[in-house]
């Protein structure tokens, strides 16, 4: 049996042992020895309601992926918790692809039914429960303030810890599902106290609001796995947590995750446990990040353009990774239509996907700017735009898009949302 | 040659050439195009990774300070351990961090196919391995770095 380091109850031991099956075994050894690696003391309850998985796509290269799941379905094995998954991988009736890019998709996510089989045998909650912004109301996987959770999407896990208070580590795909099924995880890292604090001080001396996505990836590329607490940064946001508040912090959360690796970050005045402990959580002799404008634009003409030829006119535009909240399409269609209005054209002039969950979809359809959007020929999907662009084909395409995440992980070139709106309304920009 | 003293994560022995990342290794982004493509040899499919594009990196030595990118990290590494892909060891410089280390033990608990893991070599650890040195690795935790 495992040699293990932390403290486990006589039934944990039990379970480590194989005595409640040797499947259930594995999961506990693979656990316990995954918080022994950080030196988890226990393991500890999750208490959220719902469990939340990175992995959506029916990959046909997964394929040890999915003879773990049988093991797991053959051994009765159910997760603890129903769950919510990262947005699905294809959409061909909203995303413009041609007719070999929709074979390359057949071929490559080919095992994407017997997957969502799969996930529905151990316990997704719905057949609408694919987003990466499981936590907005519509959907309803929200955490509470304290919550222990089990989860891994990057982009989730941030926000849940930063702007709702709940406790979860950066999790692996696989390890996440492995701690709804014990119904515990490993006490380390995020969820103790002393992980909790920040180790860095981040200092927004800007002339206004940063663009989200920007501020978010130079934070994430300079403290990388360290906890940030952000100063200034009320001055333009206010310390109201308000809606459109978290929509900047989801964006600019996201991108502190992927362009660096960041759990959870405070903010002075606005986000929970820094409203409650203030500079209590910053450790002594912190380090210190100043931004400014001109750091602003230093990071952003960092960016390396992926594309062939960077002067290609862009023949697609991701608006929505992560999923945009009801507040978040709504004002992107106001915009649209104003600008579109501006500059004397009635329809995009770039074909244009905006990308949210079915539920805030559903929810959006009852307003009047969804019919507006469509008429504007802008496209609306609940697609991963990440799972498109892994596509070799739709790789070599010059796509643009306001997420930063987008950018890191695939060709996709980054632009600041003014630069969209006028990319898509005026045309000829690149 | 030279020592180096690591802490182990996922004990085993392994002899292989050694394949060196300076920066960090984005999981996802190496393997996704051997995946997808059944490549035997593993061939490094990250842009971004100076050092290790278009390197094949199954049954190398794989020195790095840290894994980067996507939190399917953990079950990519656990993918190319199951389909004989995956590296002979993984030798990091600095911690490991949480997805690797779920790669590593995922492979170590579900596969046949061991993935020894040492973290915490320090950073002289890197600067001194090249590509094609030889590199052993003991149970102890102890890596013996030969020159080629």
Request: net charge neutral; with cysteine; hydrophobic share 40%.
């Amino acid at each position: 049996m495992y040699n293990y380091k932390m403290a486990l109850t006589p039934e944990e031991v039990e379970i480590l042992e194989g005595r409640h099956g040797e499947v259930l075994g594995k999961i506990m050894k693979t656990i316990v020895m995954y918080g022994d690696t950080f030196g988890a003391s226990k393991l500890v309850p999750i208490s959220s309601e719902y469990g939340h998985l990175v992995t959506s796509f029916g990959l046909s290269i997964m394929k040890p992926v999915y003879k773990l799941m049988d093991e797991i379905i053959d051994a009765g094995l159910l997760s603890k918790q129903k769950f919510t998954v990262d947005p699905r991988p294809l959409d061909f009736e909203n995303v413009p692809s041609n007719f070999l890019q929709r074979t390359v998709f057949k071929i490559m996510y080919g095992k994407q039914e017997d997957y969502e089989a799969q996930l529905k045998k151990i316990g997704l909650l719905s057949d609408n429960g694919f987003t990466c912004t499981c936590y907005l109301d519509e959907v309803g996987n929200t955490p509470k303030m304290g919550d222990i959770l089990s989860w891994a999407e990057s982009s989730a896990v941030v926000y849940a810890n930063s702007v709702l208070g709940a406790r979860c580590n950066r999790n692996s795909g696989i390890i996440e599902m492995f701690g709804s099924i014990l119904g515990k995880v490993p006490y380390f890292g995020l969820l103790t106290d002393e992980g909790r604090k920040a180790n860095w001080v981040i200092e927004v001396r800007t002339s206004h609001l940063p663009e989200a996505q920007i501020l978010g990836s130079a934070i994430g590329m300079k403290v990388m796995d360290d906890v940030p607490y952000i100063k200034g940064l009320t001055q333009h946001l206010g310390n109201e947590l308000n809606k459109h508040v978290k929509d900047y912090l989801k964006d600019m959360g996201a991108a502190t995750a992927s362009n660096g690796a960041v759990g959870l970050y405070h903010i002075e005045d606005l986000t929970p446990e820094a409203k409650e402990l203030g500079t209590k959580l910053i450790v002594d002799n912190p380090k210190i990040y100043v931004i400014d404008d001109k750091e602003l634009n230093r990071v952003k003409e960092s960016y390396p353009i992926m594309w062939k030829d960077i002067n290609a006119k862009p023949k697609l535009c991701f608006i929505g990774c992560p999923h945009l909240s009801l507040e978040q399409m709504i004002q992107w269609t106001k915009e649209i239509k104003e600008a579109l209005k501006a500059y004397n054209n009635h329809k995009v002039l770039i074909p244009t996907v905006m990308t949210a969950s079915v539920s805030v979809i559903e929810e959006f359809k009852k307003y009047p700017e969804a019919k507006d959007l469509l008429n504007m020929g802008v496209n609306i999907s609940y697609i991963c735009p990440l799972m498109y662009m892994n596509n070799p084909l739709c790789g070599k395409m010059p796509v643009m898009t306001n997420s930063n995440k987008l950018r890191t992980y695939t060709t996709a070139r980054y632009y600041t949302d003014s630069e969209i709106i006028e990319a898509i309304t005026k045309g000829g920009s690149n | 040659m030279k020592e180096f003293k690591g802490r182990v994560v996922v004990p085993g022995t392994a002899k292989a050439p050694a394949l060196v990342s300076r920066d960090g290794f984005n999981t996802l982004a190496s393997f996704q195009k051997s995946l997808m493509f059944n490549d035997k040899n593993a061939t490094c499919s990250d842009q971004n990774n100076r050092d290790l594009y278009k390197k094949k990196m199954a049954g190398k030595a794989l020195c790095l300070p840290q894994t980067i990118g996507s939190t399917t990290g953990g079950l990519v590494l656990y993918c190319a351990s199951a389909m004989k892909v995956a590296p002979a060891c993984l030798l990091f410089s600095k911690q490991i961090d949480s997805l690797a280390a779920a790669g590593a033990i995922l492979s170590d608990v579900w596969t046949d196919s061991k993935l020894p893991t040492i973290d915490s070599l320090g950073e002289e650890f890197l600067e001194y391995v090249k590509d094609d040195m030889i590199i052993e690795i003991l149970e102890d935790g102890v890596v013996i770095v030969s020159d080629m």
